[in-house]
């Protein structure tokens, strides 16, 4: 079965300063792997997805993520952060199990704190 | 309208209570999903249907009954519902119910509160 782990429920980072949120995943399948953003009182966004193209995933808002199968890891990355990344992330991979609804198993979710 | 839209945004109500949590997608998608989430709990999948056929069902008390009359439309309809069962129902849509042919789109939930 298919399962995520996000390392650390919160993080801080500094106006400016590299953003880095830890995903790493169980897959008995090559996964598809996606990271979620949600912002307070509102639903939840895409960002970024993995479905087997290029290992290295840009998304939105200048978020980019890197696939790396040997240590089964899918973080997510930007450069310098903005008050406005200040939310909730979200890491999942797809349950490509015998159903193939279409299924995703989420992280418990990393808070990120963006201080000025 | 576009996208995901739920009503209502905010629902508070007694355990004897029965209520309806209503999702509309207007993206032409085919497939529609309930999550369920709790504080400091992973998002939960308690529904999916796909072509409005019932296609999972992740061991939900009966006390949650959803309905798809359309593509389009997807309803939970709650009776004597818990206090555990408070927290944001969220709904999502996809085009077709593989991944392989794209991301789920969310609304913004129902916050639900049981008393």
């Known amino acids: 079965a298919q399962s995520v782990t996000q390392l650390g429920s919160h993080v801080s980072v500094s106006e400016g300063a590299l953003v880095l949120l830890r995903c790493n995943y169980s897959s008995s399948v090559p996964p598809y792997l996606f990271w979620y953003v949600q912002y307070p009182n509102q639903g939840l966004q895409l960002l970024l997805k993995y479905t087997s193209a290029a290992t290295l995933v840009k998304g939105i808002n200048g978020f980019e993520a890197e696939f790396k199968k040997s240590e089964t890891s899918f973080h997510l990355t930007k450069p310098s952060a903005h008050m406005s990344d200040a939310a909730e992330y979200f890491c999942?991979?797809?349950?490509?199990?015998?159903?193939?609804?279409?299924?995703?198993?989420f992280g418990q979710g990393t808070t990120l704190q963006v201080k000025p | 309208e576009t996208g995901v839209t739920q009503t209502p945004r905010h629902l508070v109500m007694g355990m004897t209570n029965k209520k309806s949590l209503k999702c509309e997608q207007h993206?032409?998608?085919?497939?529609m999903y309930w999550y369920k989430q709790s504080a400091k709990k992973p998002l939960e999948l308690m529904f999916v249907?796909?072509?409005?056929?019932?296609?999972e069902n992740n061991s939900v008390p009966s006390r949650f009954s959803p309905e798809c009359p359309n593509s389009s439309h997807l309803f939970l309809h709650l009776h004597t519902l818990q206090p555990e069962d408070s927290a944001l129902y969220l709904c999502?849509?996809?085009?077709?119910?593989?991944?392989?042919?794209?991301?789920?789109?969310f609304g913004e939930g129902s916050r639900l509160t049981v008393l």
């Open positions: 999942a991979v797809s349950d490509r199990g015998s159903s193939n609804t279409g299924k995703l198993i």
């Open positions: 999502a849509s996809s085009q077709g119910a593989s991944l392989s042919t794209g991301e789920l789109f």
């Open positions: 993206l032409g998608h085919n497939a």
């Open positions: 249907y796909s072509l409005e056929e019932r296609v």
